[in-house]
């Protein structure tokens, strides 16, 4: 039976008029964005999610190896890695490793599996101070709210009511303004990085063979609680790994364009180690907790597939029962809001968190069929579904889907008889089209003048929909007599030619060259690039920083830049920092390499090289030789310098919100202004 507070919640969210001007701003836009970005893949979607599919496929069927390469490769860097079987595991695991290191302060970017674990309460009542530094995880628990969906924490709010929340919680005059209520959140939350004594983020994928942790994010704050405080502890679920690097780039190709709309979230962080001994260059620990809660019982069950989920909630987006309701009214039996809405939520939530309490709500699913078409690795979401509504769980042998008949129906005994009944006229096509005469004569008898159907309460169809009246003429009676009446003409074929073809599976290789695509994909980021000799170089870095008035530059010592630019920017009046600062407006980086697909950076560290004049100012200068620029994220992926680096970042343009109301507001946490300064061979 459906429960009562799932029942009330529905009605809560429908009659609420501001949640569903949010939401269906959110689904505009989101779905907006993702079908132009789509249009950009280097394959076509369905080849390149069949493939993905085919990858998830493997690691959940072969998860045990897979996770003894990942671990003994991510130890072998340097990671220290804990195992945990349940939620009372991992938070106790991260209770002692904060314990041990004396620590009060943790600073922590967005994370399903700690929101899954209830981390947070769990810490603050053992004496830690824990905060959220995403903007809109912020938002949600200055409200003392969960996330209501799982990339867009509050979509489900408009900015008055995050105006007001700011006001009653930090003080904030009354504004409901975007760029004011970002930059507050951006000035309290600078100081709890630089004073946070522990950073916990999330895991988007690990690599097995390298054991890399990659961590996407737009907004700048998972790169500072991996990078500014001494110990970093990163929570993931067992099945997010990954084989390789070339696996990471078919995902990294889906996972953004899925769930925002971009090619690649502004920071993709690719982190191997803790810094070197001695070294400012990062956490001197890094801890990783690989949490199961549930997962390997999820795995032998007719409900695994739901392990291949990436997290990019498109099937959230496309679901016309979230766009209706949103991730809050998805309750357990008790009334509590699931930790994992929408139709994946529904599946996950039952199969980690308890079937008893959350099996109701995959009946929040009209079964049509989009969460499917959305999702990028291709999950079949409505099979997964009707499973649980037929009662199979976690203990249900998988062999059981073979069967007719399930074990323990997930339905109410009169819904089941009926079932039954419909069951058998259907599978007749005399009895369905008998059936469907005598339905549509009472229908029109009792019903002459409206094209709906009343039905009674008690059915779930009477609050907010009706059922449509039946024709009195079946369709396929009418489709044979059209179908009889028409004369057959042949089909028109087309063939593409080879070239056609081709084209329409890699369309980068006919554009434009390298150092142009680059250009103009930063710009369109809102970065931008300067094209010049090595020998002007100085003085067009120079000019930049007077225009804004800028005397003081924080600079790595960096292999990567001209041996003489530092020189030439003192001479020209630029006084330079070689220490981290947090007051300093701009700092300057060279660039190991950039990507022209997607107009992306990629930095990565070293003993010498920090990344930190590319975070903390506002305005981060980059210099980087034409030569370096690559065609392909999978390229840049394959260089050496990505594995041999502790950690390494792509960054893809200003870092950048849309928390709130899904306005889009540039400048975060990280740096609110990209230049580059492209080294073109002289001559």
Known sequence: MIPQAFRSQIRTALANPNLQAALDANAQRRLSARQQAMASLPQPWEIMRRRAHAVRASVIANLEQMLEQFVAQAEANGIIVHRAADASQAVEIIAQIAHQNRAHLIAKSKSMVSEEIGLNHALEAQGFKVI???????????????????????????????????????????????????????????????????????????????????????????RMVTTLPPIHIALMGIERLVPTLEDLALMLYLLPRSATGQKLTVYTSLIHAP??????????????????????????SPLAEALYCIRCGACLNACPVFRELGGHAYVNTKGESSVYPGPIGSVISAGLLGQAEFSHLARASSLCGACREACPVDIDLSTLLLRLRAGLSISTPPETTTRRRYPTPNTPKYLAWGLQWYSWIATSPRR??????????????????????????????????????????????????IAASTPETPLATHSPT?????????????????LQRFVRELTALGGSVTVCKESELASRVSSLLHER???????????????????????QGIQLYYQADAQLRAGLTGATAAIAESGSLLLCSTAKRSLLASLLPHMHLVVIHAGQIYATLPQVLALPAVR???????????????????????GVHGPGEVHVFCIEEEG
């Open 132 to 222: 959220e530094t995403d903007l809109g995880e912020y938002i949600v628990q200055l409200r003392g709210e969960r996330p209501s969906h799982i990339v867009t924490p509050a979509v489900h709010l408009r900015r008055q009511e995050v105006g007001q929340t700011f006001s009653e919680k930090l003080g904030l005059p009354l504004t409901d303004d975007i760029p004011t209520l970002t930059a507050v959140a951006r000035r309290v939350l600078r100081q709890v990085f630089l004073e946070a004594d522990i950073g916990i983020s999330g895991v988007n994928f690990g690599v097995a063979e390298s054991g890399t942790l990659c961590i996407v994010t737009n907004e700048g704050n998972g």
């Open 549 to 571: 008035g800028i005397t003081s530059l924080m600079v790595e010592k960096d292999d990567l830049l001209p041996t003489t630019l530092l020189d030439e920017l003192q001479g």
């Open 498 to 514: 080879p070239k056609a073809q081709s084209e329409a599976l890699s369309p980068t290789q006919t554009e434009a060259p390298l």
């Open 644 to 666: 041999e680096s502790p950690a390494a970042v792509l960054i893809s343009g200003p870092s950048r919100t849309a928390d709130i109301e899904m306005t889009l507001t540039i």
């Open 432 to 481: 369905f089209l008998l059936a469907q005469r005598i339905f549509a004569v009472l229908a029109h008898l009792f019903s002459p003048l409206s094209p709906w159907i009343r039905l009674p309460a008690f059915t779930g169809w009477g609050f907010s929909r009706d059922f449509p009246r039946p024709a009195l003429r079946p369709f396929r009676l009418r489709f044979r007599s």
């Open 275 to 300: 810094a070197p001994d001695g070294k400012p260059n990062g956490p001197r620990q890094r801890h990783l907790i690989l949490v199961d809660n549930g997962r390997s019982a999820l795995r032998h």
